[in-house]
């Protein structure tokens, strides 16, 4: 039995409807992640689940029961709970009050709260802060005050809604690795949002795509990430080659695609005649300088038509007949003196393509 | 321009050896004054939150009316009270009229509108995200309100100081319903406009600064609260 689900679970703002007929199911002890861009429902969706928010069809599911209309138990269900808002906003007394007032409203004793609370402020890292004015702290602390506050209640189900968005890289590699903490010693089932593909893919037992208010793919990371159902999700899960083409030759599972007089070759069960969409990851995609063979069956001439450096990845655009995105280290893009209008190879392997149907 | 300025020394030296009559009179205005504005802030903190968090029709209209009688003539309330407390009004048995108690009824519903009106805004600017992580982290309902009341405590209390302000200023209520009785029902405002329809005027000054003084305490005290 999951320890949360939603049946047919909908929502509607006067007329615009922001989540549509969502089913999902949390397992006990796992992280449930959902992706989507900006908008999709997430917070939405995190909200009705904590029962802070009425659906307006549909039901949520906790332990089995039906909690969606239940006047009198909503307390003590979402007291099994906890929720990390997006921007968390902490009350303006010490961190031991934000911490403890989980506690205190549960009615728990002064000796257990000063106990728990010591632990989760250790947890965090924030035990010399417990006596300052939560109110001046900076943005990472109190995202980390906002999940230790969560957690001293230790709830069933911990609900985080964009834990780092707000956050520079090393306050969210902290965050990060303290949800990981809680998973491994607590067991707490997490049920979080993210835009941050990356994000999703480090951290989540489950993900669920979220596009415009319907879930449109549920798996895990390896299946959402490599296996993308279709454009919306490819494109969103940082698939930065599709490629329209249709299957023109199939051997065993080796299929091939004719797309702008170029041959791709693909592992897929679609047959001859199927038209379909090549989806290549930027980072499967290597460049050489001599078009020596290698194990990749797919290998391709072309021109540079583009250098954008991201840090220590460089993104190049390369025009082999199709237009095609490579993401390669900038080290790597040096040492090959890359340079636009440079003519190169591009190599992928039949594996590294996954085709979507049309 | 004489009589002005020997007023101003005698008042002075009124204030300064502490006489007993400014020191009475000074006494019961804030004894009263304190009094009614404790009594309506019981009343108007519960109520400015029942308002607040519920949702209900002509909300929005209440408030409005509500703000409307922030500035509503002391004289008006004078006469509203006195209806019901004189000898043929419906409370005249009580024998209300003419005693600190129908002043203090007075003063509380002059400066209920200013404390409900200031605490609901004062609620309405607490951010809604302080709601919703009260809500998440289990609290009740009436949990969550006391958490938005402390969290908007420094504007609830500028609220209450404000009200305070009004009641211990007035002096149109104050008069009607107290009938400012020496040594029983005479406060500041009523005391300094007596004397001075009676040209004693270093009393009629030495009241007006102390009064000034309290304005000034108070403002002071409003400052550092908004300063926080």
């Given at each position: 039995m999951a320890q949360l689900a939603t049946?047919?679970?909908?929502?509607?703002?006067?007329?615009?409807?922001?989540?549509?007929?969502i089913?999902i199911e949390v397992e006990k002890g796992e992280v449930f992640t959902l992706i989507?861009?900006?908008?999709?429902?997430k917070t939405?969706l995190l909200r009705l689940l904590d029962l802070l928010?009425?659906?307006?069809?549909?039901?949520v599911y906790f332990n089995g029961m039906?909690v969606?209309?239940?006047?009198?138990n909503r307390l003590t269900i979402r007291r099994k709970m906890a929720f990390v808002l997006q921007k968390p906003a902490v009350?303006?007394?010490?961190v031991?009050?934000n911490v403890a007032c989980g506690l205190q409203w549960r009615g728990t004793?002064?000796?257990i709260t000063r106990k728990r609370v010591d632990e989760v402020l250790a947890m965090v890292g924030l035990t010399?802060?417990?006596?300052?004015?939560?109110?001046?702290?900076?943005?990472g602390e109190v995202q980390r005050v906002a999940i230790a506050r969560a957690m001293a209640t230790e709830p069933e189900v911990l609900l985080l809604d964009e834990p780092t968005a707000?956050l520079?890289?090393?306050s969210a590699s902290r965050v990060e690795q303290l949800i990981g903490q809680i998973v491994s010693r607590y067991g707490t089932t997490i049920v979080m949002s993210t835009?941050d593909?990356?994000q999703g893919q480090r951290l989540a037992s489950k993900i669920a795509?979220l596009?415009?208010?319907?879930?449109?793919?549920t798996?895990d990371s390896?299946?959402?990430?490599?296996?993308?159902?279709?454009?919306?999700?490819?494109?969103?899960?940082?698939?930065?080659?599709?490629?329209?083409?249709?299957?023109?030759?199939?051997?065993?599972?080796?299929?091939?695609?004719?797309?702008?007089?170029?041959?791709?070759?693909?592992?897929?069960?679609?047959?001859?005649?199927?038209?379909?969409?090549?989806?290549?990851?930027?980072?499967?995609?290597?460049?050489?300088?001599?078009?020596?063979?290698?194990?990749?069956?797919?290998?391709?001439?072309?021109?540079?038509?583009?250098?954008?450096?991201?840090?220590?990845?460089?993104?190049?655009?390369?025009?082999?007949?199709?237009?095609?995105?490579?993401?390669?280290?900038?080290?790597?893009?040096?040492?090959?003196?890359?340079?636009?209008?440079?003519?190169?190879?591009?190599?992928?392997?039949?594996?590294?393509?996954?085709?979507?149907?049309? | 321009?004489?009589?002005?300025?020997?007023?101003?020394?005698?008042?002075?030296?009124?204030?300064?050896?502490?006489?007993?009559?400014?020191?009475?009179?000074?006494?019961?205005?804030?004894?009263?004054?304190?009094?009614?504005?404790?009594?309506?802030?019981?009343?108007?903190?519960?109520?400015?939150?029942?308002?607040?968090?519920?949702?209900?029709?002509?909300?929005?209209?209440?408030?409005?009316?509500?703000?409307?009688?922030?500035?509503?003539?002391?004289?008006?309330?004078?006469?509203?009270?006195?209806?019901?407390?004189?000898?043929?009004?419906?409370?005249?048995?009580?024998?209300?009229?003419?005693?600190?108690?129908?002043?203090?009824?007075?003063?509380?519903?002059?400066?209920?509108?200013?404390?409900?009106?200031?605490?609901?805004?004062?609620?309405?600017?607490?951010?809604?995200?302080?709601?919703d992580t009260a809500l998440s982290l289990g609290a009740?309902?009436?949990?969550?309100?006391?958490?938005?009341?402390?969290?908007?405590?420094?504007?609830?209390?500028?609220?209450?100081?404000?009200?305070?302000?009004?009641?211990?200023?007035?002096?149109?209520?104050?008069?009607?319903?107290?009938?400012?009785?020496?040594?029983?029902?005479?406060?500041?405002?009523?005391?300094?406009?007596?004397?001075?329809?009676?040209?004693?005027?270093?009393?009629?000054?030495?009241?007006?600064?102390?009064?000034?003084?309290?304005?000034?305490?108070?403002?002071?005290?409003?400052?550092?609260?908004?300063?926080?």
């Amino acid at each position: 039995m999951a320890q949360l689900a939603t049946r047919n679970l909908g929502k509607k703002y006067s007329d615009t409807e922001v989540l549509k007929d969502i089913n999902i199911e949390v397992e006990k002890g796992e992280v449930f992640t959902l992706i989507g861009p900006t908008g999709a429902g997430k917070t939405t969706l995190l909200r009705l689940l904590d029962l802070l928010d009425r659906p307006s069809s549909g039901q949520v599911y906790f332990n089995g029961m039906d909690v969606t209309g239940d006047n009198k138990n909503r307390l003590t269900i979402r007291r099994k709970m906890a929720f990390v808002l997006q921007k968390p906003a902490v009350f303006s007394e010490s961190v031991y009050a934000n911490v403890a007032c989980g506690l205190q409203w549960r009615g728990t004793g002064r000796n257990i709260t000063r106990k728990r609370v010591d632990e989760v402020l250790a947890m965090v890292g924030l035990t010399d802060y417990i006596h300052r004015n939560a109110r001046t702290l900076s943005g990472g602390e109190v995202q980390r005050v906002a999940i230790a506050r969560a957690m001293a209640t230790e709830p069933e189900v911990l609900l985080l809604d964009e834990p780092t968005a707000n956050l520079d890289p090393v306050s969210a590699s902290r965050v990060e690795q303290l949800i990981g903490q809680i998973v491994s010693r607590y067991g707490t089932t997490i049920v979080m949002s993210t835009h941050d593909m990356a994000q999703g893919q480090r951290l989540a037992s489950k993900i669920a795509v979220l596009v415009s208010g319907e879930v449109i793919q549920t798996g895990d990371s390896r299946q959402i990430f490599y296996s993308p159902l279709n454009r919306d999700i490819a494109r969103f899960v940082g698939v930065e080659n599709i490629i329209d083409g249709v299957i023109t030759e199939r051997e065993g599972d080796l299929v091939t695609i004719t797309a702008d007089n170029r041959s791709i070759e693909a592992v897929s069960g679609y047959g001859k005649g199927e038209k379909v969409s090549a989806c290549i990851r930027p980072e499967e995609v290597t460049i050489t300088l001599t078009g020596t063979s290698s194990s990749a069956r797919n290998s391709f001439a072309g021109d540079i038509v583009n250098i954008q450096a991201y840090g220590s990845f460089s993104r190049v655009t390369i025009d082999c007949g199709f237009s095609l995105i490579a993401l390669i280290t900038t080290r790597s893009a040096a040492e090959l003196a890359l340079e636009k209008g440079k003519g190169v190879f591009v190599t992928f392997k039949a594996s590294g393509v996954h085709i979507i149907k049309r | 321009m004489e009589e002005l300025w020997q007023g101003l020394q005698k008042a002075v030296e009124l204030i300064i050896n502490l006489d007993p009559e400014v020191m009475e009179v000074v006494g019961r205005s804030l004894r009263i004054s304190v009094t009614s504005s404790l009594l309506a802030s019981v009343i108007c903190i519960p109520l400015a939150s029942l308002i607040h968090f519920r949702n209900f029709l002509g909300k929005r209209a209440l408030i409005n009316i509500i703000q409307t009688l922030f500035s509503v003539p002391t004289v008006i309330i004078g006469l509203f009270v006195f209806v019901f407390i004189s000898s043929t009004g419906p409370f005249g048995s009580m024998g209300l009229l003419f005693t600190p108690t129908a002043m203090i009824i007075g003063q509380m519903i002059l400066v209920s509108p200013i404390m409900l009106g200031l605490i609901i805004s004062a609620l309405s600017g607490v951010d809604t995200a302080i709601r919703d992580t009260a809500l998440s982290l289990g609290a009740s309902e009436l949990q969550s309100i006391v958490v938005i009341l402390k969290e908007a405590r420094y504007a609830v209390i500028a609220a209450l100081i404000m009200g305070f302000g009004r009641a211990i200023s007035e002096v149109g209520c104050a008069l009607m319903v107290g009938g400012n009785i020496r040594g029983f029902t005479r406060v500041i405002t009523t005391a300094i406009s007596l004397e001075t329809s009676r040209g004693e005027l270093e009393l009629s000054i030495a009241l007006g600064i102390i009064l000034l003084l309290i304005a000034l305490i108070i403002n002071v005290a409003l400052n550092r609260i908004q300063q926080r």
